[in-house]
């Protein structure tokens, strides 16, 4: 694990989080050690859940791609370039790790990002 790299990822998530939930909402962060098949290893699991907007089905299979933004933050000229996801994935990916994302338009979404330790 590569703390540096881990506390960005969350600051990414976190970031588009506040960004995509209106005033009121609400934003939490769970942070859990599971065991792992690895001797002396364990596996870090943040869970990431906000109850913004949301995002459709069709969009959350390219959240991942760089550049991509759903069509619905760009006419409510919610400020962004759709870098970061793409970023945010690599790093995940770089220390090993996985990063899945659940969403529901109008009712929020929820970032599982397992990191082995």
Known sequence: ?????????????ISNAIKYTNTGGA??????????????WCNMIITITDNGIGMSEEFQKRIFEIFERERNTTLSHIDGSGIGMGITKKLVELMDGTIEVESKQGEGSTFTVTIPC
């Open 1 to 13: 694990m590569d703390a540096p790299h881990l506390s960005e990822v969350c600051l990414n998530i």
């Open 27 to 40: 934003i939490s962060c769970n942070v859990v050690q599971k065991s792992c098949e690895k001797e002396d």
